[in-house]
């Protein structure tokens, strides 16, 4: 019988619910045995060694997602399926790894299979699981326990709410792993250097920055008020740099000057020589920094205009801050 449609969005969100309420009790558990993970997640980078991870059924899902995470964030990661383990898979296994295992009863027959083969090829292991008594975690010199009450699934037999659980505890490793480790949104970038994703973190100020007729640049010297903001106005921009007279930045005059200056300039302000109201040196940025850096500079120091600077200090590009959501870099 069809559903209306208040019943459909009310059971949908029992269902999330119910997941939100795994999500909560796993984080409620997490104790030293997830730190000791931590740690030796650590020291297999440390010696240069790699993840290897595995499970079956729903938990090979999980467990490949979380190799896709790893590697993204820098961890060098595989998915080894235990099937094809037994059949000479176990060859991209080396001494010195670290072999995660995913199941959520921790009685998988699978995994127990492949406990003792790793032990015997050096490999340490984790033992990813919903039970912390099963064998799987007694057997593992590591454990990560999720808990998922109950699952979404009305029949209370697909897994919902434990493969969210083991998800989301897998994501957590990585994550802090990410924050320990350091990893910048440049390194982040060079392991997407395809789609959308790399392009924008890994374009550069001088890939985004308007040149020519769109950066409005004046010398210092003899420039008016007036001429400033028509510049300004001519570039559609909201700054105009000064420059010496061998090309390098002497100031920025920005709206925000202009509107101070007609408040305090006098009746004949627009005459008057712009570099008595402009901001010496004012914010700017290098030409070849990452695109990302403007934000952060736009954020930090809530302004909206940027100009890009060349080795010798000389402006050679300008960004106004509305520029960035076109280039979906905010």
Same mark, same amino acid.
């Given at each position: 019988m069809p559903l209306d449609a208040a019943t459909i969005l009310a059971k949908a969100r029992h269902c999330?619910?119910?997941e939100r309420e795994a999500l909560d009790a796993t984080a409620g558990v997490l104790n030293e045995d997830f730190v000791s993970t931590v740690r030796a997640v650590e020291a297999t980078l440390a010696a240069g060694r790699k993840l290897v991870f595995s499970g079956v059924g729903k938990s090979a899902h999980i467990a490949q997602k979380l190799t896709g995470t790893f590697n993204s964030t820098g961890v060098p990661s595989c998915f080894l399926d235990p099937t094809n383990a037994l059949h000479g898979d176990l060859g991209l296994?080396?001494?010195?790894?670290?072999?995660i295992l995913l199941s959520n009863s921790g009685s998988t027959s699978e995994m127990l299979r492949l406990l003792p083969l790793f032990e015997r090829f050096g490999l340490k292991t984790v033992a990813l699981t919903g039970v912390a008594d099963s064998e799987l975690a007694r057997g593992a010199d590591h454990r990560l326990v999720y808990r998922a009450p109950r699952e979404a699934c009305p029949l209370a037999l697909a897994p919902t709410a434990s493969t969210t659980a083991a998800l989301g505890l897998g994501d957590?490793?990585?994550?802090?792993?990410?924050?320990s480790r350091g990893v910048t949104r440049e390194d982040f970038a060079r392991y997407h250097p395809a789609?959308?994703?790399g392009m924008t973190l890994l374009l550069r100020v001088k890939d985004i920055m308007r040149t020519g007729e769109g950066c409005?640049?004046?010398?210092?010297? @003899?420039t008016t008020v007036q001429e400033?903001?028509?510049a300004m106005t001519g570039a559609k921009a909201g700054a105009v740099a000064l420059t010496t007279p061998d090309g390098r930045l002497a100031g920025i005059f920005t709206d925000g000057d202009f509107r101070r200056t007609a408040l305090s300039g006098g009746t004949d302000?627009?005459?008057r020589p712009v570099s008595q109201f402009m901001t010496r040196g004012g914010k700017t940025i290098g030409a070849d920094v990452l695109a990302v850096e403007a934000l @952060?500079?736009?954020q930090q120091f809530k302004i909206s205009d940027l100009f890009a600077l060349d080795a010798e200090a000389r402006p050679v590009g300008y960004i106004d801050v509305q520029d960035l959501p076109k280039l979906k870099i905010l």
């Open positions: 999330l619910a119910i296994c080396a001494s010195g790894d670290l072999a957590a490793l990585a994550m802090v792993l990410l924050e789609g959308t994703l409005p640049l004046l010398p210092e010297a @003899k400033a903001i028509l302000f627009l005459n @952060k500079l736009f």
